[in-house]
């Protein structure tokens, strides 16, 4: 959530910056408001003072009919003030509502444009031992393709042949948009979540396993909830199915002021994910890239707000990580202004090639929030002065579970149809090397 304040110094700013994401915002609105509740307020708390010297006059007075003059001239007013102040509170009930509609202000460096503009800042082949900044970033439009590999057969195709993925039962069990994996492909998931956790355990992250359920107000306080309700599945009993474990580890410290030497603070967790996105028809939405529910390891970091950059340059690397160390070879985005999240300053997109389908799968999103969440969620700490101020919270995925491993069989398939396994994972396979064909 933006400030009021800032709202009103930076109007101009802010409604640019809303268009250039494809966005509309409030902005007249809450001008319009504020304008109302200054000098509402201003009454409301005059009248407020004059009540409590009232009191007191009342109380000092000795004789009985001043104490009733007191009394009438009061009860004349009380009746003003009662509707001023039912006014205020419905001013600022509508206000805060309408700063939920606020996306946050993104960083200079974020192109501006739609999902085209995206642009490449980093790539690398982990198996020619090659990695590349690209110092002048490159539009996603202009970046060649890797050359085709003839023979390779996209996730879906090897999946249903090594026996690891069943299409059919998935759609009988919960309808379209679901899929089981069986065998060597459940194992495989298993083994990555585990490797992952591990990983980021070493990296410096406490991991956390949260709850899949949320109450209205950590939605509100990670900014899917008002706007994405329609993305998101809600219980019987008013809970949601979380769209990702971002939204109950942001909020482990909603409405805490965290003690001077708290900062910073890293977790890491793994949690199942629900999702009712829009998918259309057709090959590019084929095997289990999208669907209803997925799994996800997370990184979610709690910063001063001095050191939020430096940290968002190294949550990069720690889920750069895990794509080099799984030898999958891959790109670095940095968004444009339409493709952020409502509630991102900045972010990276890590996506890694599919050779079979010839595409790029994102595994990974990687945004600093500033402040934005932590006004939303109330994420404070005090500092070393004594006083308290917003922190800063940042996440990545590191990585999302189905592309991670559609990425997994399409880059290390063999000529025989089995698929070579990462040998970091190994050790959680009991050793095992390959996925065998069938038969």
Excluded at 171 to 186: C, E, P, R
Excluded at 189 to 207: K, N, T, V
Excluded at 351 to 372: I, K, Q, T
Excluded at 408 to 429: C, F, I, T, W
Aim: charged share 25%.
């Amino acid at each position: 959530m933006l400030p009021l304040q800032t709202v009103r110094e930076r109007a101009d700013e802010i409604r640019t910056a809303t268009a250039q994401r494809g966005a509309e915002a409030p902005i007249d609105r809450i001008l319009e408001l504020d304008g109302e509740r200054a000098p509402l307020l201003t009454e409301v708390e005059t009248m407020r003072a004059d009540r409590n010297r009232a009191g007191k006059a009342i109380g000092a007075a000795s004789d009985a009919d001043e104490r009733q003059r007191l009394i009438d001239e009061q009860r004349a007013v009380a009746g003003k003030l009662d509707d001023l102040e039912a006014r205020l509170a419905e001013i600022d009930a509508e206000l805060n509502e309408r700063l939920l509609e606020v996306p946050n202000l993104f960083h200079a460096d974020v192109p501006i444009g739609a999902e085209e503009a995206n642009v490449v800042v980093l790539h690398g082949d982990p198996a020619a031992g090659t990695e590349e900044r690209v110092d002048t970033p490159v539009p996603i439009t202009e970046w060649p393709n890797p050359e085709d590999e003839p023979g390779l057969k996209p996730h879906w195709e090897l999946g249903e042949a090594l026996g690891i993925i069943d299409f059919e039962r998935g759609v009988k069990l919960s309808g379209a948009n679901f899929y089981l994996l069986t065998g060597d492909g459940a194992r495989l998931q298993r083994a990555l979540i585990a490797w992952m956790l591990d990983l980021h355990r070493e990296q410096g992250y406490s991991e956390v396993y949260p709850p899949a359920l949320v109450n209205e107000a950590a939605l509100v306080g990670t900014s899917q909830l008002p706007k994405f309700a329609d993305t998101m599945f809600q219980t019987t009993d008013g809970r949601w199915l979380i769209p990702t474990s971002e939204v109950p580890v942001t909020n482990m410290y909603a409405g805490e002021i965290l003690e001077p030497g708290s900062l910073p603070i890293h977790h890491t967790a793994y949690s199942p994910c629900f999702r009712r996105e829009q998918f259309s028809a057709g090959s590019a939405v084929r095997g289990i890239k999208r669907g209803y529910q997925f799994d996800k390891v997370e990184m979610v970091r709690f910063e001063e707000p001095d050191h939020s950059w430096e940290a968002l340059d190294a949550l990069l690397e720690h889920a750069l990580e895990t794509v080099r160390t799984l030898g999958l070879r891959y790109r670095v985005l940095r968004l444009a202004s339409e493709d952020l999240t409502f509630a991102s300053a900045m972010t990276y997109d890590i996506e890694v090639w599919a050779p079979g389908a010839r595409e790029w799968l994102e595994v990974s999103s990687v945004s600093n929030f500033l402040d934005f969440q932590a006004r939303r969620a109330s994420l404070r700490y005090r500092t070393e002065d004594g006083s308290v101020a917003h922190l800063h919270t940042l996440n990545g995925s590191g990585l999302g579970m189905p592309r991670t491993v559609a990425a997994v069989l399409e880059q290390h398939q063999l000529e025989d149809g089995s698929v070579e396994l990462p040998k970091a994972l190994r050790p959680y396979l009991g050793g095992q090397a390959t996925i065998e064909a069938r038969g």
